[in-house]
């Protein structure tokens, strides 16, 4: 009897021949021998250039359902060389001890083939084992089972060639598991594939396995040496390592793309029921991961790269020289935004203070349209026009990121080259959001295609890609096919002629947006308003901040620095709003600029960071608040302050005082009318003129507007202008929050300088069309002289007094001086005042209810004034009027 011999099946050709594996061998895959069953012929399957014989492909299939990745015992009996290659032909026994021959014949699917006995065999023996097998055929002919059933469904409708739109292909059964087999891998991640479609045709594909790239392996039909002639390492292990798990098994495919080529091929993941073939090689380190396809993958990325990254920490086959990336301390922190750069470069500040440029990591920026003009220094306009999505790109990373804590992954550095600077490329996420992610995903920049074995990249790559897949399939930003968006911005600021045809209609829109675009210096903005698409040049009203040097080589005024640094933090590439007051003569506007309500101005004057420019902020509606700011900054001693004596400013002023040179009186005549009286010397006043006219219009169109909409709880902040509902009369107006606690809320009145404490109830906001109109009331005192305080004794008397005098009358006054925003008047009622001396500040003294007091700054210039008010003071005296009833009092007491 001849030997017994064991082995695997690797493959059926056919209904009645296999191709056997043995056992691995050390230094290389297992032997295969191809083993035809004696006696017996199945159906012959068909080919691109001939049709299956009927029942082929079902036979072959109960070979392969019996067979395939089974242990069986095979006995060689003879070998026919005349055939190219030779054929081996032999038995095949199942565990069981079943005859292979026998169970096809039995079920339908082989038929008896007629031979001769070889050497060996008697030819009784051999007429004796055919007469087994014909009886077994006539039992299967007669049963009408297998092959002996109606021809026509032993046919089957199938495509050895794929000849179709592989696109339209593709469209139909993508994401749909189709049932398969595998009939042939070329390597680990390249098969042939049978394909049963839902209309019971078939239809054989070359499929490449999605995320994923195995090593190759040298074709069979090519000679060795060839391009194809070498496996690369691990090429055929990882091959074996499919073929013993995959070929000819029957498995689901899903179609997720077409080839690179953009050919007949298709791009897919195979799902065994014993798991996923893709990430079993990733694991095993037979194969790595590939971005071109990694998208497609329809559970995603994830799985894959994760089993990737285990072989790499393992340093498996082809990770045996792997070398992880060291991370540093600073590889990921958390850091505020700073600055926008470009549409993907930000400036970051971490938790020490410390600037860092960091690029996002694996994007490129949206590219800049064709036209775009960016001004140089040379240009005589300063104009800009931007095509295309840079622009966009910008705004979408300010309006998310500007001034927000972000945490920083630092994925690679990108050494210095070609005259660009070195890079530090990171990740950048916001709350849970991968802010690269949402540039792509808009189609606001692009990713970079990383080379196959550079690892420089961003740690969420496959995230990046697939939101390019969107994208793209969206059509939106860089991918739209709409024309290229063009912004263009105006530069209102290039000369004081284009200025002025700027400056009415921003001045009558009251507060609008604006972007703080760049910082000079303190008090020197340069803003881009989107409302009008155009770019100022803007000085901050009522301050002076100390200047910067321009150059390393010009110096700097003491805290100009400091003042840059605090503006820019605060405010650079943030929204603000915007209120303009006037042009210079170069065409630069001066204005007003608010951060969260907070006047920019009134803040670097409280930080000490810059001085009262004491001309513009008399004209300027925020007098007082610049000047009660200087005083608080002053009296901390901050910033320019620090080394503020008041003893030593007095001094100054005695010394000027003393000097012989006397300056000439001002003569700045106003007519007015007194709104609020507090004591006797101090009151607000309101000017007559074209704005207090206006006033009148303003307050009934607020009540109108207030006594129409429903209530409305809000919480004022000190400092912030808001409608008051005044106890009086219940009317609405304009006033300033002073104070708030849980008593109420502390109001001025800002059109009338009185003041009260008011429920929240009797607080509501105040629209930005009702604050263009500046604040009517203006706090002032009578010059050279002081009453006493309401409160203290003779107050009441002195409060009366002035009232009496001013009460319901137009008055002139004349503006003596402008100490810290208050309004120094010597007053005149024109029904009685003939002459300079005869002023109201002379009726106070005469009557009791002031004293003088001559040593103020400005008095040098108005001495026989001065003189005046003491003699009518002295005569007080003696005739005992007023608070000097009871002797003399001086203004010390």
Not at 627 to 653: C, H, I, L, T, V
């Amino acid at each position: 009897m001849a030997q017994q011999h064991k082995a695997t099946v690797k493959n059926v050709l056919s209904g009645d021949t296999v191709i056997l594996r043995g056992k691995p061998r050390a230094n290389g895959p297992p032997p295969e021998r191809l083993l035809a069953l004696s006696n017996v012929q199945a159906p012959r399957l068909g080919t691109k250039d001939r049709d299956d014989e009927p029942f082929a492909f079902q036979a072959r299939e109960y070979l392969r359902k019996l067979l395939v990745g089974k242990e069986v015992t095979f006995v060689p009996e003879y070998s026919v060389t005349t055939t190219t290659p030779p054929r081996e032909y032999g038995k095949i026994l199942l565990s069981t001890g079943e005859d292979v021959a026998k169970l096809g014949i039995q079920n339908g699917w082989l038929k008896v083939r007629e031979s001769k006995a070889r050497a060996g065999q008697s030819e009784e023996d051999h007429e004796e084992a055919l007469d087994a097998l014909r009886q077994l055929e006539e039992d299967a002919q007669a049963e009408r089972v297998g092959m002996w059933q109606d021809r026509e469904k032993g046919i089957r409708k199938i495509s050895h060639t794929f000849d179709q739109d592989s696109r339209a292909f593709l469209n139909t059964y993508k994401g749909k598991p189709l049932e398969a087999i595998i009939e042939q891998i070329r390597d680990a991640s390249t098969y042939r594939i049978l394909l049963f479609l839902p209309d019971n045709s078939q239809q054989i594909i070359t499929l490449f396995l999605s995320g994923i790239k195995a090593p190759s392996c040298k074709r069979d039909n090519v000679p060795a040496g060839g391009d194809q002639g070498v496996s690369e390492p691990f090429g055929e292990e990882a091959k074996y390592f499919v073929e013993s798990r995959l070929l000819q098994r029957g498995v689901k495919v899903i179609l997720e793309g077409v080839s690179q080529s953009g050919g007949q091929n298709f791009v897919g993941t195979i799902k065994h029921p014993a798991g996923n073939i893709s990430e079993l090689l990733l694991a095993n380190g037979l194969a790595k991961c590939v971005d071109w396809s990694i998208t497609m993958v329809t559970d995603g990325p994830t799985a894959l790269r994760n089993a990737e990254k285990v072989a790499k920490e393992k340093k498996l086959r082809i990770w045996r020289d792997f070398v992880a990336k060291e991370k540093t301390n600073d590889s990921e922190f958390d850091a505020q935004v700073v600055k926008i750069v470009t549409g993907d470069t930000v400036i970051v500040k971490n938790k020490a203070g410390v600037e860092r440029k960091v690029q996002l990591a694996s994007l490129k920026q949206a590219p800049r349209g064709a036209g775009s003009t960016i001004p140089g220094s040379g240009s005589k306009s300063r104009d800009i026009k931007e095509v295309g999505y840079n622009f966009e790109a910008r705004e979408f990373l300010r309006k998310k990121l500007i001034g927000k804590q972000v945490h920083v992954v630092i994925d690679y550095h990108k050494p210095a080259q070609d005259g660009f600077e070195a890079k530090d490329c990171a990740t950048i996420t916001y709350g849970n959001h991968n802010i690269s992610e949402q540039l792509v995903e808009r189609g606001l920049a692009s990713v970079i295609r990383h080379r196959k074995d550079d690892d420089s990249r961003s740690h969420c790559y496959d995230q990046l890609l697939l939101a390019e897949d969107k994208a793209q399939e969206g059509q939106k930003g860089i991918y739209s096919t709409k024309e290229q968006p063009i912004v263009r911005i105006v530069d209102a600021s290039e000369n004081a002629a284009k200025a002025r045809q700027f400056v009415t209609f921003l001045k009558r829109s009251g507060r609008i947006h604006g972007v703080v675009d760049h910082v000079a210096n303190g008090s020197r903005l340069f803003l881009w308003i989107p409302k009008e698409n155009c770019r100022l040049t803007f000085a901050l009203a009522g301050v002076r901040a100390p200047r910067v040097g321009r150059t390393p080589n010009e110096k700097s005024e003491p805290f100009g620095p400091e003042a840059l640094a605090y503006v820019a933090e605060r405010a650079l590439q943030r929204d603000v709003e915007v209120e303009i007051e006037n042009i210079d003569k170069t065409g630069g506007f001066i204005g007003n600029v608010y951060i969260n309500g907070d006047n920019l101005a009134v803040s670097l004057l409280e930080e000490g960071l810059a001085s009262v420019h004491e001309f513009s902020a008399n004209e300027s509606r925020y007098t007082n608040q610049f000047f009660n700011a200087e005083r608080s900054a002053k009296a901390d001693k901050k910033g320019m302050w620090k080394n503020y004596d008041p003893e030593a400013e007095e001094e100054q002023e005695t010394l000027d005082a003393k000097s012989d040179v006397v300056p000439e009186p001002r003569r700045e005549y106003i007519d007015i009318v007194i709104s609020e009286i507090i004591t006797g010397s101090h009151f607000y006043v309101q000017l007559i003129n074209a704005e207090i006219r206006q006033l009148e219009d303003l307050m009934t169109e607020l009540s109108k507007y207030q006594n129409g909409r429903p209530n409305e709880t809000i919480r004022p902040r000190v400092g912030e202008i808001v409608s008051a509902k005044f106890t009086e009369d219940d009317g609405w107006y304009r006033a300033k929050v002073r104070k708030v606690s849980p008593a109420g809320v502390d109001v001025l009145y800002i059109d009338y300088g009185n003041s009260e404490t008011l429920a929240h109830s009797r607080i509501r906001s105040l629209p930005d069309r009702f604050k263009s109109l500046k604040a009517q009331a203006q706090e002032a005192v009578l010059s050279f002289v002081k009453s006493p305080e309401r409160e203290a004794d003779y107050g009441i008397e002195a409060y009366e007094r002035f009232r009496e005098l001013t009460g319901n009358k137009q008055l002139v006054a004349n503006v003596d001086a402008r100490e810290a925003g208050v309004l120094c008047l010597t007053l005149y009622d024109p029904s009685n005042s003939q002459s300079v001396e005869a002023s109201l500040n002379l009726e106070m003294v005469r009557d009791g209810q002031a004293l003088v007091t001559p040593n103020v700054r400005y008095a040098r210039a108005y001495q026989p004034i001065i003189k005046s008010l003491q003699a009518a003071s002295e005569a007080a005296k003696r005739e005992r009027i007023g608070m000097f009833e009871y002797g003399d009092i001086t203004y010390e007491d």
